[in-house]
């Protein structure tokens, strides 16, 4: 607790939060409920992608990441590009500002230092650059948490990510691949640390009761209740603009030829989305299809995904932290595959040999892997019980950790107090 003649601690979240990503709000909830249980008197605040529906959500003062409104919109006309210009220049001073006010900054989780979706070095590479920069100058501690990493191609974008890494003050990554792409990167990563996604600390929904017995169908003995299927508005990476549409198309072509595949077969489908980007391969998919076994679930949290993939037999999903929701829930689930990060999460949790390509979707080889999967069922949710398990106290270790980093005052009123309570249980056992 703090003391009347000290001043709260006070505490910035930075990122593309409120913006319509499920998974960068689950993370942003996961390190805010981290906050109010290990340091409740910190005074946090946002600066954000989306601070009305961070400020309303999450009940928090938050301020817009950008100046200039259109900044993810394309620009065209000279007014466009001139406020864009404008805009990286006010952003420097807006930013050094924000973050002088605060002792502490913390990014939460979110593929912060990866270009595996299309990416723009001046976008949100740069603006994370002028972050860590002026943590760097005015001394505030700047954490880069839990957040995920990958090779980048683009050398402007790569020297940006580079550099916003070398600038932190502390760093952690959700999973090895992360941290072996920092250093290839040049970033010197022999203290920083690996753990589970943040959004595995998230509450657990109770687990949906899976509906009925085994039986036979086109895809084979297994279970015969909802499958839920999370779909992305996938047009591969920050490398393959080139062939954008076309791997669009082929990613649509093969989920949507599976889904059928799953209608022929009487299986209730639920399709899922993590990002309000998604919504139209949603429609592309009910409109080929045209059947009432094929739903949409309305997702506005990590939470609603959670519920709906717990009360599935089986989950085939795209976007990762979709991913996480099933695994999370302990249902048997099937990766489409886009970066590494889907690979390293299903080796993690123990379902390696359940991932797909989302770049080259066969919907005749992805309803084999999935007939497998279905076949392995109870077991898979025995690992999987056993796997969250191991990744809640790895967390736990996370945080442990953040405290020691970022609160050292905290830290070491928790050591004094710790010491105390040794003493005199020391003291209580010598008197008996």
């Known amino acids: 607790m703090t003391s009347a003649d000290e001043t709260p601690v006070r505490v910035g979240v930075f990122g593309l939060l409120g913006s319509g ?52 919109r394309t620009a065209s006309r000279a007014g466009a590009i001139a406020g864009k210009g404008l805009g990286k220049l006010v952003d420097a ?54 957040v995920g990493a990958a090779a980048i191609g683009n050398r402007p974008t790569r020297t940006l990510v580079r550099w916003s890494a070398r600038l932190a003050a502390y760093r952690s990554y959700r999973d090895a691949q992360s941290r072996d792409a920092m250093r290839e990167m040049g970033v010197d990563t022999a203290r920083d640390e690996v753990y589970p996604d943040l959004a595995f600390a998230l509450p657990t929904p109770s687990a949906g009761v899976p509906s009925g017995p085994p039986g036979p169908g086109p895809t084979g003995p297994g279970p015969t209740g909802p499958v ?11 490398d393959d603009r080139a062939r954008a549409e076309e791997i669009h198309l082929r990613y649509l072509d093969g989920t949507t030829r599976f889904v059928r595949a799953l209608v022929e077969d009487g299986r209730p489908v639920r399709l899922l989305t993590g990002d309000e980007c ?3 391969v949603v429609a592309a998919i009910l409109d080929a299809v045209d059947s009432p076994l094929v739903t949409a679930a309305e997702a506005a949290s990590l939470a609603d995904l959670m519920k709906e993939t717990a009360a599935a037999d089986t989950v085939v999903a795209t976007r990762y932290h979709n991913l996480i929701c099933a ?22 949790m123990g379902l390696g040999a359940y991932c797909h390509p989302a770049r080259e979707v066969d919907a005749d080889r992805l309803i084999e892997q999935f007939r497998a999967l279905e076949q392995r069922s ?27 980093a970022l609160f050292p005052a905290a830290n070491q009123a928790n050591a004094n107090a710790n010491a105390n309570a040794n003493a005199n249980a020391h003291a209580r056992q010598e008197a008996s």
Request: proline content about 5%.
């Open 21 to 72: 990503n499920l998974g960068n709000d689950g993370s942003l909830e996961a390190v805010l409920g981290y906050l109010r249980a290990e340091h409740p008197d910190a005074v946090v605040d946002a600066l954000c992608g989306g601070p009305e529906v961070v400020a309303t959500r999450y009940a928090i003062p938050a301020t817009r990441l950008h100046w200039y409104r259109g900044e993810y």
């Open 378 to 404: 109870a077991e898979l949710r025995r690992t999987l019980t056993e796997r969250n398990l191991v990744a809640a106290r790895q967390l736990e270790d996370q945080f442990t950790e953040l405290t020691a």
């Open 278 to 280: 998604d919504a139209p």
């Open 93 to 146: 001073f807006r930013t050094a500002a924000w973050v002088r006010r605060h002792d502490v900054v913390i990014v939460p989780g979110m593929g912060v230092l990866e270009a595996t979706l299309p990416l723009r070095p001046w976008g949100f590479p740069y603006a994370l650059f002028l972050l860590c920069a002026s943590g760097r100058l005015f001394g505030t501690r700047v954490a880069l948490v839990g």
């Open 327 to 348: 695994l999370k829930v302990g249902t048997p689930t099937l990766a489409l595959s886009y970066a590494a990060k889907s690979d390293a999460l299903m080796d993690r």
């Open 228 to 238: 839920c299927v999370g779909v992305m508005d996938f047009h591969g990476g920050d």
